[in-house]
């Protein structure tokens, strides 16, 4: 994946469109037993994926407005996006739960 430029943060949509474009086509969605890839009918585990990079945007006014993009990959290679709001009643408490045990195993893992 290319670094991204400053201009192509700016936006949610820039954002999205940039990593469509390096290849996060799968539009990622949490449930209960994990998340799921719907163009592949596929349920992933916290251990089958990793976080390559997140995004936030904040709102200037309103704290509905902020967001947060999840660049994610599964052990079977298939990237795509996770999208949540965050810091706030409008959060999802599947994506936020599922990113923690996320986050978790990565932190176990040795680094190479």
Avoid: W
Wanted: glycine letters at 8%; a negative charge; charged letters at 30%.
């Amino acid at each position: 994946m290319e670094p991204f430029k400053k201009e192509e943060m700016t936006t949610m949509v820039g954002c999205m469109n940039k990593l469509h474009a390096d290849g996060y086509t799968e539009n990622f969605v949490a449930k209960e037993k994990g998340l799921e890839a719907p163009s592949l009918n596929k349920i992933y585990t916290p251990q089958n994926v990793k976080i390559v990079s997140f995004y936030r945007f904040e709102g200037d006014s309103d704290p509905g407005d902020n967001a947060i993009i999840y660049a994610i990959e599964t052990n079977d290679a298939v990237k795509g996006i996770l999208v949540d709001s965050y810091g706030g009643p409008y959060a999802n408490r599947k994506v936020s739960q599922f990113i923690t045990e996320v986050e978790d195993i990565q932190k176990k893992e040795p680094h190479t």
